[in-house]
């Protein structure tokens, strides 16, 4: 199985920036993609940003292209999203979750995806 935690949610100011953090262990064999989603309260869950772990291709929300940069570190197993701007709007419980295989086009549907860490809150004030 894989283990996936996310880390480094907050509170912060409209215009603000953080970085979050989600750490891969256990059967990370094999290509694989890693995938940020979020959820706000009443909302389904949405696709952000996506990475393969050995191509490195990405792939980006309309919603938050521009402002968020996802990226990875291979050596730490690691992903990074990269949040620039926020707004309230992106507000909401960002997960991190993991699928293995290899694809030509992004994987952005959330019931595709085999493995999830517990979430990192996002709150954005206006």
């Known amino acids: 199985q894989v283990q996936l935690v996310e880390s480094g949610g907050g509170v912060v100011h409209a215009g603000g920036s953080l970085r979050l953090s989600c750490a891969a262990s256990?059967?990370?064999?094999?290509?694989?993609?890693m995938t940020w989603f979020r959820q706000a309260p009443g909302k389904e869950r949405e696709f952000v940003a996506t990475?393969?772990?050995?191509?490195?291709?990405?792939s980006t929300a309309n919603s938050v292209k521009g402002r968020f940069t996802i990226s990875r570190d291979n050596v730490k197993n690691t992903i990074y999203l990269q949040m620039k701007n926020l707004k309230p709007e992106d507000t909401a419980l960002y997960y991190c979750?993991?699928?293995?295989?290899?694809?030509?086009?992004?994987?952005?549907?959330?019931?595709?995806?085999?493995?999830w860490g517990q979430g990192t809150q996002v709150t954005v004030s206006s």
């Open positions: 256990g059967r990370t064999f094999g290509p694989y993609g």
């Open positions: 990475i393969h772990s050995e191509a490195g291709r990405t």
């Open positions: 979750a993991a699928k293995r295989g290899s694809s030509s086009i992004p994987v952005v549907k959330a019931n595709a995806y085999d493995y």
